[in-house]
């Protein structure tokens, strides 16, 4: 009789394959631009679903689950730009729970395909409008919600795929009075429906702290001088951020794209300043125009701004000089580390950065010159990168 199955690599479903991923140095990286610190990536692409927002996919649902939130033939709903509905849409298919996601138009034609390969629902909505807006991915998921709730029962598949084209067609027509009217119609909570709302939901960092962090302390063996991690949700950075600092002064350095809020706010910026400032980027994953709840920017020491240019470059040159794939994030977090590391003089570290998601999700677009040169963007990473050396 096998005692410890995990420990030959057999797992009882795939849920529990989630986490325990690799920390490998980047030695070339070192060497080219003369990084006189050890740099360690925590490459996340090796969850199943192939982000790190698999721990907060599992997290956010079993979290559900005990709180009562959610029931046998419940549909989970999120507006998501791609990764954590993967992480949700696999934990969902595993535990027999349905999924729509609403997504804004910027993102990547694999991230709605995944999902949809995974047996979920998507809506696509446009992505030049505010938060508050009745067409926006937020307002769009809660749209779908109440129509569900409305229902007061289970639906099923058929009957979710209605409402989901019904949401869509609204969408597409620009028809926001009728969205708006389904969004104000007072409806009772039911356990048929629910959003996790990755922004405003404690298990998001909750996942970081008890896994992300617990992992990169435990490979580090409590030597680890430094953490970078670009922000989204901020989940990733605050849970990390939360469980090193409470057992050691790790520093810990936020990557923001040009365009996002987080950057501007933790200068000191107004809230309601650092929003009117924001404008759209490319890069798919990090930076905000809204303060979720889910980041604490007391736990983060400092923040680095990287553009989407530096992003994409880096991207693809780390593809090339380590054989790592990775998304435009990651390059921006190693971008934003180089950047910091170099700026302030650090040496004879131990970094670890974060690499959140894979590069077989932007093959039409960071890794497609044809693509590069469309959106205005240099196709020559060396002599983006120069400035750098
Ligand atoms: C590709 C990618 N990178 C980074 C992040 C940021 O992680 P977090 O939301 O935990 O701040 C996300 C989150 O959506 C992401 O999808």
Same mark, same amino acid.
């Given at each position: 009789?096998?005692?410890?199955?995990?420990?030959?690599?057999?797992?009882? *479903?795939?849920?529990?394959?989630?986490?325990?991923?690799?920390?490998?140095?980047?030695?070339?990286?070192?060497?080219?631009?003369?990084?006189?610190?050890?740099?360690?990536?925590?490459?996340?692409?090796?969850?199943? &679903?192939? !982000?790190?927002?698999?721990?907060?996919?599992?997290?956010?649902? @079993? &979290?559900?689950?005990?709180?009562?939130?959610?029931?046998?033939? +419940?549909?989970?709903?999120?507006?998501? !730009?791609?990764?954590?509905?993967?992480?949700?849409?696999?934990?969902?298919?595993?535990?027999?729970?349905?999924?729509?996601?609403?997504?804004?138009?910027?993102?990547?034609?694999?991230? @709605?395909?995944?999902?949809?390969?995974?047996?979920?629902?998507?809506?696509?909505?446009?992505?030049?409008?505010?938060?508050?807006?009745?067409?926006?991915?937020?307002?769009?998921?809660?749209?779908?919600? $109440?129509?569900?709730?409305?229902?007061?029962?289970?639906?099923?598949?058929?009957?979710?795929? /209605?409402?989901?084209?019904?949401?869509?067609?609204?969408?597409?027509?620009?028809?926001? *009075?009728?969205?708006?009217? #389904?969004? /104000?119609?007072?409806? @009772?909570?039911?356990?048929? +429906?629910? #959003?996790? $709302?990755?922004?405003?939901?404690?298990?998001?960092?909750?996942?970081?702290?008890?896994?992300?962090?617990?992992?990169?302390?435990?490979?580090?063996?409590?030597?680890? *001088?430094?953490?970078?991690?670009? #922000?989204?949700?901020?989940?990733?950075?605050?849970?990390?951020?939360?469980?090193?600092?409470?057992?050691?002064?790790?520093?810990?350095?936020?990557?923001?794209?040009?365009? !996002?809020?987080?950057?501007?706010?933790?200068?000191?910026?107004?809230?309601?300043?650092?929003?009117?400032?924001?404008?759209?980027?490319?890069?798919?994953?990090?930076? @905000?125009?809204?303060?979720?709840?889910?980041?604490?920017?007391?736990?983060?020491?400092?923040?680095?701004?990287?553009?989407?240019?530096? +992003?994409? +470059?880096?991207?693809?040159?780390?593809?090339?000089?380590?054989?790592?794939?990775? &998304? &435009? !994030?990651?390059?921006?977090?190693?971008?934003?580390?180089?950047?910091?590391?170099?700026?302030?003089?650090?040496?004879?570290?131990?970094?670890?950065?974060?690499?959140?998601?894979?590069?077989?999700?932007?093959?039409?677009?960071?890794?497609? $010159?044809?693509?590069?040169?469309?959106?205005?963007?240099?196709? *020559?990473? /060396?002599?983006?990168?120069?400035?750098?050396?």
């Amino acid at each position: 009789m096998v005692e410890n199955y995990t420990e030959l690599g057999i797992y009882e *479903d795939i849920v529990k394959v989630i986490g325990k991923t690799p920390l490998v140095r980047l030695k070339k990286i070192e060497r080219y631009f003369s990084i006189e610190s050890e740099l360690y990536a925590k490459i996340e692409f090796f969850n199943p &679903g192939g !982000s790190i927002k698999d721990r907060i996919g599992k997290y956010m649902i @079993e &979290g559900a689950k005990k709180e009562g939130k959610i029931t046998e033939g +419940a549909v989970i709903v999120e507006p998501t !730009s791609g990764n954590t509905g993967v992480g949700l849409a696999l934990v969902a298919a595993d535990e027999g729970y349905k999924t729509v996601f609403t997504m804004p138009d910027k993102m990547s034609i694999e991230k @709605e395909l995944l999902l949809e390969a995974l047996g979920a629902f998507v809506i696509r909505t446009p992505t030049a409008v505010a938060p508050s807006d009745p067409n926006s991915y937020y307002k769009v998921a809660e749209a779908v919600r $109440n129509l569900i709730w409305k229902k007061k029962r289970p639906v099923s598949r058929e009957e979710l795929k /209605e409402i989901v084209n019904y949401v869509q067609r609204l969408v597409d027509e620009e028809r926001l *009075d009728e969205l708006r009217s #389904i969004l /104000e119609e007072e409806v @009772e909570e039911t356990p048929y +429906a629910y #959003i996790p $709302n990755q922004y405003f939901n404690k298990y998001n960092p909750i996942a970081h702290y008890e896994t992300t962090a617990k992992e990169i302390w435990e490979q580090t063996k409590g030597e680890i *001088d430094y953490l970078f991690a670009g #922000i989204g949700t901020g989940g990733t950075i605050t849970g990390i951020g939360r469980y090193l600092k409470e057992r050691k002064d790790v520093k810990i350095i936020g990557v923001d794209p040009v365009g !996002s809020i987080y950057n501007l706010v933790k200068k000191g910026m107004s809230l309601e300043e650092a929003v009117k400032k924001a404008h759209p980027y490319l890069v798919e994953g990090i930076g @905000e125009d809204l303060l979720p709840e889910t980041v604490d920017l007391s736990l983060v020491d400092d923040i680095v701004v990287v553009n989407d240019q530096e +992003a994409f +470059a880096m991207t693809r040159f780390l593809a090339r000089k380590e054989g790592i794939l990775v &998304g &435009g !994030s990651s390059g921006a977090a190693l971008y934003g580390t180089i950047k910091y590391l170099k700026e302030n003089e650090v040496k004879g570290k131990k970094v670890v950065i974060i690499f959140p998601d894979t590069g077989r999700n932007y093959l039409t677009k960071i890794f497609n $010159n044809k693509w590069l040169l469309e959106n205005g963007f240099e196709t *020559d990473d /060396e002599k983006v990168l120069e400035g750098l050396r």
